[in-house]
């Protein structure tokens, strides 16, 4: 493992490069960006990607923030991984880095999960947002996939691959490993995964 950087090497890093101009990217098609990753419907939801990329870049912007949907690693792998480098790669014509998002917790309660399936092999999203329930009241909680102990070898191979794949590839410009942990009644509910994932 690395050894963590030095406040120097922090901003020797930051001050080797552009100002960072970027923003959460959703293809305008697109649910959740899952399209992207998926085997249904890829090639469309990629085009149409490009397009706003082009945009982007003509706009300025340098860098994009998007969330990886583990689901899809996990029941289309090899789809996810070409994927995944297809995206990096299209990002890279357009002078744009990714900054993943691994692991969320702006969820809701697993009993309000729907996973509408309109096309065989076509994932979708859930209609039903954090911010429609009552998880910020606190009387529910938001579910996680790091919920489930069985889950704990298979985030761990995610993480791993993941990380081994791109963790020095400069087209991914940052981690976002935990998107606002303590989300939706969670408080420190994902704290040890977290930490793990870290890791």
């Given at each position: 493992?690395?050894?963590?950087?030095?406040?120097?090497?922090?901003?020797?890093?930051?001050?080797?490069?552009?100002?960072?101009?970027?923003?959460?990217?959703?293809?305008?098609?697109?649910?959740?960006?899952?399209?992207?990753?998926?085997?249904?419907?890829?090639?469309?939801?990629?085009?149409?990607?490009?397009?706003?990329?082009?945009?982007?870049?003509?706009?300025?912007?340098?860098?994009?923030?998007?969330?990886?949907?583990?689901?899809?690693?996990?029941?289309?792998?090899?789809?996810?991984?070409?994927?995944?480098?297809?995206?990096?790669?299209?990002?890279?014509?357009?002078?744009?880095?990714?900054?993943?998002?691994?692991?969320?917790?702006?969820?809701?309660?697993?009993?309000?999960?729907?996973e509408p399936?309109?096309?065989?092999?076509?994932?979708?999203?859930?209609?039903?947002?954090?911010?429609?329930?009552?998880?910020?009241?606190?009387?529910?909680?938001?579910?996680?996939?790091?919920?489930?102990?069985?889950?704990?070898?298979?985030?761990?191979?995610?993480?791993?691959?993941?990380?081994?794949?791109?963790?020095?590839?400069?087209?991914?410009?940052?981690?976002?490993?935990?998107?606002?942990?303590?989300n939706s009644?969670?408080?420190?509910?994902?704290?040890?995964?977290?930490?793990?994932?870290?890791?």
């Amino acid at each position: 493992m690395t050894e963590k950087w030095t406040k120097e090497q922090a901003w020797e890093w930051y001050n080797s490069r552009p100002w960072i101009t970027g923003f959460n990217f959703i293809p305008k098609d697109s649910i959740s960006g899952i399209e992207l990753f998926q085997e249904w419907g890829h090639e469309e939801a990629m085009k149409n990607a490009e397009k706003e990329i082009a945009l982007a870049e003509e706009l300025g912007f340098n860098s994009v923030r998007m969330m990886l949907p583990f689901y899809i690693w996990r029941v289309q792998h090899d789809a996810f991984m070409a994927h995944l480098e297809e995206l990096l790669c299209m990002l890279d014509r357009h002078h744009i880095t990714l900054m993943p998002i691994l692991f969320n917790d702006c969820s809701v309660p697993k009993e309000r999960y729907k996973e509408p399936d309109p096309v065989p092999g076509y994932f979708g999203g859930s209609p039903v947002t954090p911010f429609d329930d009552d998880t910020q009241g606190g009387e529910l909680i938001g579910w996680n996939i790091d919920d489930d102990p069985a889950m704990k070898p298979v985030i761990e191979q995610y993480v791993k691959e993941l990380g081994r794949k791109y963790g020095k590839d400069e087209r991914v410009i940052v981690w976002n490993v935990w998107n606002e942990p303590g989300n939706s009644g969670r408080l420190s509910k994902s704290l040890p995964m977290m930490e793990n994932v870290f890791r």
